[in-house]
């Protein structure tokens, strides 16, 4: 069954650091997306991409995050000088066509120390 | 300001039982429902999606009951086991559009 790929599952840095985190997409969708779950809170929106821009964001996605699709299977999150609250498991999905069924990755837990 | 409210934080039930975790939601333009299961280090998966033009949809032992006016969704465990144990997201959105989650609801289901 197609899934969607997360790496790293696990980085620890340090406050001030960039961070990259990577997903390869399900090979057929078209939309992508990110969210980012808190220990123990509810799943966040972070942005939506769809043909190679973004499609929409959240208030959660300032300035020191950034997306990118450089080839034609990564996704990639990047936050630039990471905060101790930017802690979180954060997910990346894909969707076929943009409407229904969204599949998750298992997430890319990130410790900021 | 919470878009999708979720009730109740966590809940206990025997095995065979039948858990309730409801739903509600503001926005009218909603037109997309989805149940996710997320067991403990893994993403949310989807168990089970409604849309406003039914009130009912049962898959397996699972079971959404939707009020569009009372603008409440609810997700019924038939037979719950101890395997359904994790926890649940209902979500929101408007075709194309982010989703919206609830808080979750962590379940236990006794053996």
């Known amino acids: 069954e197609p899934e969607v790929t997360q790496t790293p599952s696990h980085q620890v840095t340090q406050m001030g650091q960039e961070v990259i985190l990577r997903c390869v997409p399900i090979?057929?969708?078209?939309?992508f997306y990110w969210y980012r779950q808190i220990l123990g809170q509810k799943v966040e929106f972070l942005v939506s991409?769809?043909?190679?821009?973004?499609?929409?964001k959240s208030e959660i996605f300032d300035d020191q995050f950034s997306v990118e699709r450089p080839d034609g299977s990564n996704f990639t999150l990047k936050i630039r000088s990471t905060k101790l609250e930017d802690s979180a498991m954060y997910f990346c999905?894909?969707?076929?066509?943009?409407?229904?069924?969204?599949?998750f990755g298992e997430g890319s837990r990130l410790t900021v120390l | 300001q919470q878009q999708v409210k979720q009730s109740p934080q966590s809940l206990i039930v025997q095995k065979g039982g039948i858990p309730i975790i409801n739903c509600a939601y503001e926005?009218?333009?909603?037109?997309?429902f989805p149940w996710y299961q997320q067991f403990p280090g893994k993403g949310p998966a989807l168990l089970i999606a409604?849309?406003?033009?039914?009130s009912e949809k049962k898959e397996g032992r699972f079971t959404i009951s939707f009020n569009k006016s009372a603008k409440q969704f609810s997700l019924h465990i038939m037979d719950s086991q101890p395997g359904d144990s994790a926890t649940y997201f209902c979500?929101?959105?408007?075709?194309?559009?982010?989703?919206?989650f609830g808080t979750g609801t962590s379940l236990t289901v006794i053996p």
């Open positions: 999905a894909s969707s076929e066509r943009g409407v229904g069924e969204l599949f």
């Open positions: 090979s057929n969708h078209l939309y």
């Open positions: 991409f769809y043909n190679n821009e973004i499609s929409e």
């Open positions: 926005n009218t333009a909603f037109d997309y």
């Open positions: 409604i849309r406003p033009d039914v």
């Open positions: 979500a929101a959105s408007i075709e194309g559009n982010q989703f919206y």
